[in-house]
DNA sequence: AGGTGGACCCGAACGC
DNA sequence: TGCGTTCGGGTCCACC
């Protein structure tokens, strides 16, 4: 389920290569891809577009036209993008798009569940469709605990509902939530509002960190994620927590856990994200030194 | 108003 | 072996 890691990685595989070329030719089989626009209609629109950049905010991807136009591309959950020489690619059934470019090389779109979509959107459009949906960039300067502690101050939700709340910041899922609150040493069920401040403060290292990682390794290939150039990535070999019921945990030695939070399978440990109140003191007991805690997150 | 759960999808995993 | 059922997960939306 492509997460901003995810996103980030094809955004910066399709940068360079998608960058000054030309949509020549536009073809979309699948008239879910633009519903409630019909599809001819917005392939029409967008043939002759030049790309200016590809950009991505939170996991959104964003085409960005010398027109001013956009191009949003949210993958949800089962979406690959590939970059290949003409008519490479042998077809199959999960096919929801081909641009041909003006160099002649093809992008080739494919969702097994179709829960994608394509908006093309007017330059002053971009920026108030977005700021509805989703909050800003967790690894932008400008993310700082002082920040979170401000999104997160009202939110009696559990933690995790609102780390997976597009609005708290944008590009968190189901995967890197779990990965950061283990970092951060906090139960996913544990009320927003009530994380003290030192809390605040490792969770937004912990975010940081989690992302980052997911960037280094090109993003989890648990099934159908893929880099533009069709390779796997390599996170889903150093998760800490998420899928990984019963073997133990990296950092205290007890089994990983599995619950539910907000609908989503959720992965923590059960002896080093404590629910109860005093988990910070057995925490740190458990680690001799603050600094050396810190460097693993 | 914040929070929850169903709908949308469809292959994989599971159960009988 | 074969078939029906359940699961999962990003986002929107109805409902509490």
């Not at 967790?138 to 993310?143: C, G, V």
């Not at 994620?225 to 019963?246: C, E, F, I, N, W």
């Not at 990983?256 to 007991?285: E, F, H, M």
Request: net charge positive.
């Amino acid at each position: 389920m492509p997460e901003l890691p995810e996103v980030e990685t094809v955004r910066s595989r399709l940068a360079p290569v998608l960058s000054g070329r030309r949509f020549d030719r536009v073809e979309i089989f699948d008239p879910r891809l633009t519903r409630p626009i019909d599809p001819v209609e917005v392939a029409t629109e967008l043939e002759g577009e030049r790309i200016s950049d590809v950009g991505r905010r939170g996991k959104y991807l964003v085409v960005g036209f010398e027109s001013g136009r956009s191009l949003l591309i949210p993958p949800r959950m089962t979406v690959s993008i590939r970059h290949t020489p003409p008519d490479a690619l042998a077809v199959d059934p999960y096919r929801r798009a081909v641009v041909r470019l003006d160099d002649g090389s093809d992008v080739v779109y494919r969702d097994v569940r179709r829960f994608g979509t394509w908006l093309v959107v007017e330059p002053d459009e971009l920026e108030p469709y977005l700021a509805a949906r989703i909050g800003g960039e967790p690894l932008a300067r400008a993310f700082t605990p002082r920040r979170l502690a401000e999104r997160l101050r009202n939110r009696r939700a559990p933690i995790k509902s609102a780390l997976l709340d597009q609005r708290t910041f944008a590009g968190m899922g189901n995967i890197y939530a779990d990965e950061a609150l283990w970092r951060a040493g906090i139960h996913p069920l544990r009320p927003a509002n009530t994380l003290a401040a030192e809390d605040v403060e490792r969770l937004t290292r912990a975010v940081k960190a989690a992302l980052r990682a997911g960037i280094a390794r090109h993003g989890a290939t648990l099934r159908d994620y893929a880099t533009p150039d069709g390779r796997r990535g390599r996170m889903q070999h150093t998760l800490k927590v998420y899928g990984r019921s019963g073997e133990p945990c990296e950092r205290c030695g007890a089994p990983i856990g599995k619950t539910r939070v907000a609908g989503r399978g959720t992965w923590y440990c059960p002896g080093c994200q404590r629910l109860d109140v005093g988990q910070a003191a057995r925490r740190s007991s458990r680690r001799p030194s603050r600094s050396r805690r810190q460097s693993s997150v």
